[in-house]
């Protein structure tokens, strides 16, 4: 069955870097568009960085801004994001998600999220 | 930026009654709109795209409308399984951005 599974998060003192990983299985990962989302405790979702099925079109939310980078390797049907110079926000689950398709309006499947946690 | 308010915040029903949700956007979207449904400790679920349109093996009892600015959310008879919290979320141009609303939580009263 479609399926993604995040990993990477932990605890990371303010200013530090992390990288993220979403694998995918299940489906024709390298022909889809793909998205991180993101979630603080108590808070609704929160979009943070979409990336286009060849790794072309990247785009992120403002909140994250040039800290952030997202990237793909389809060969291994895995996406990154790599965040730099954490804050204390950026705690939270952070979730992979796959596009519905066509005109990148959904996300119809989700992982189960990684936790990164930003404290000294 | 086109914001989502979504309304009550919480809805206290019991098993069996029906629900009814509802998310405005400030401005209009035509009809791309999505809910997704997110039970405790589980990620979000895609429900209804596409304003009305239902996702793959999602029950019948769920049904979406609305366009423009205006959208509904009704879950005809609640089974234990949707006291959970609903999120509505549409794409935004100029810069392309993904938005939520803020949810709505249905609580068995």
């Known amino acids: 069955q479609v399926q993604l599974v995040e990993s990477g998060g932990g605890v990371v003192q303010p200013g530090g870097s992390l990288r993220l990983s979403c694998a995918g299985s299940?489906?024709?990962?390298?022909?889809?568009?793909m998205h991180w989302v993101r979630q603080a405790p108590g808070e609704g979702p929160e979009w943070v960085a979409f990336l286009s099925f060849d790794g072309t079109f990247k785009h992120y939310a403002k909140s994250v801004g040039a800290r952030f980078t997202v990237s793909r390797d389809n060969s291994k049907r895995t996406m990154y994001l790599d965040l730099d110079r954490l804050r204390p926000e950026d705690t939270a689950l952070y979730y992979c998600a796959r596009d519905l398709g066509g005109l990148d309006y959904y996300f119809d499947t989700w992982g189960q999220g990684t936790l990164v946690t930003v404290s000294s | 930026e086109n914001v989502l308010t979504q309304s009550p915040a919480t809805l206290s029903l019991s098993p069996g009654e029906r629900a009814t949700l509802s998310c405005r956007a400030s401005?209009?979207?035509?009809?791309?709109l999505a809910w997704y449904q997110q039970r405790p400790g589980q990620a979000p679920r895609l429900l209804i795209y596409?304003?009305?349109t239902r996702a793959t093996g999602v029950p019948a009892r769920f049904s979406g409308s609305g366009s423009g600015s205006d959208f509904t959310l009704s879950i005809s008879r609640l089974e234990p399984e949707d006291f959970a919290v609903y999120y509505c979320q549409l794409r935004s141009e100029g810069p392309r951005t993904w938005t939520f609303g803020q949810g709505t939580k249905v609580e068995n009263k």
């Open positions: 596409d304003a009305s």
């Open positions: 401005q209009s979207v035509a009809t791309y």
């Open positions: 299940g489906f024709s990962f390298g022909r889809y568009d």
